[in-house]
T-cell receptor
């Protein structure tokens, strides 16, 4: 079975630009979460979607948005990029919303210059 | 106070020794706790989860949970150089989100 797949793997953007990151969960998993991991820190929660509905939002500005599609894949959008948005963006999927843990994808490394 | 705090590293142990990683959490509503291993440049990999007080063993790994003390730990027995990584403790908080500690870097020396 394929794991959680994320695309692209690496991305370089200029300040002020917009970026879209994509995630496909493990087959059968209905919950997708997004995390931001800055170098040297633990991942920070951004969003959780379950059955296509937003179930949680972390302490991130409105420049960050996300959605989940009928096939349970998800997109994370970030507008007006700042240098501080440079990080590893992780997508995690779970069957039921996290009781048995989340499986992370390999991540998208975003660099804002 | 951080929601999840891990013992500051880095931690260095010789091959074959027991590595002990500790974590405390502040939200008494947290029910499930997770240990992830993250190799440099890679994404976190789930090692174990625990939600009942006591010990849970899986091979060389033992997770311990004490809800009264709000304390979670991970023991790695017979540590191997391949165990060298950053270990992340996470608590499942409101909305099924994971709140992570900053991680403890473990080095196992041959």
């Amino acid at each position: 079975d394929a794991g959680v797949t994320q695309s692209p793997t690496h991305l370089i953007k200029t300040r002020g630009q917009h970026v879209t990151l994509r995630c496909s969960p493990i087959s059968g998993h209905k919950s997708v979460s997004w995390y931001q991991q800055v170098l040297g820190q633990g991942p920070q929660f951004i969003f959780q979607y379950y059955e296509k509905e937003e179930r949680g939002r972390g302490n991130f500005p409105d420049r960050f948005s996300a959605r989940q599609f009928p096939n349970y894949s998800s997109e994370l959008n970030v507008n007006a990029l700042l240098l501080g948005d440079s990080a590893l963006y992780l997508c995690a999927s779970s069957k039921t919303g996290g009781l048995w843990g989340y499986t992370f994808g390999s991540g998208t490394r975003l660099t804002v210059v | 106070q951080k929601e999840v705090e891990q013992n500051s590293g880095p931690l260095s142990v010789p091959e074959g020794a027991i590595a002990s990683l500790n974590c405390t959490y502040s939200d008494r509503g947290s029910q499930s706790f997770f240990w992830y291993r993250q190799y440099s440049g890679k994404s976190p990999e789930l090692i174990m989860f625990i939600y009942s007080n006591g010990d849970k063993e899986d091979g060389r790994f033992t997770a311990q949970l004490n809800k009264a003390s709000q304390y979670v730990s991970l023991l790695i027995r017979d540590s191997q150089p391949s165990d060298s990584a950053t270990y992340l403790c996470a608590a499942e908080t409101s909305g099924s989100r994971l709140t992570f500690g900053e991680g403890t870097q473990l080095t196992v020396n041959p």
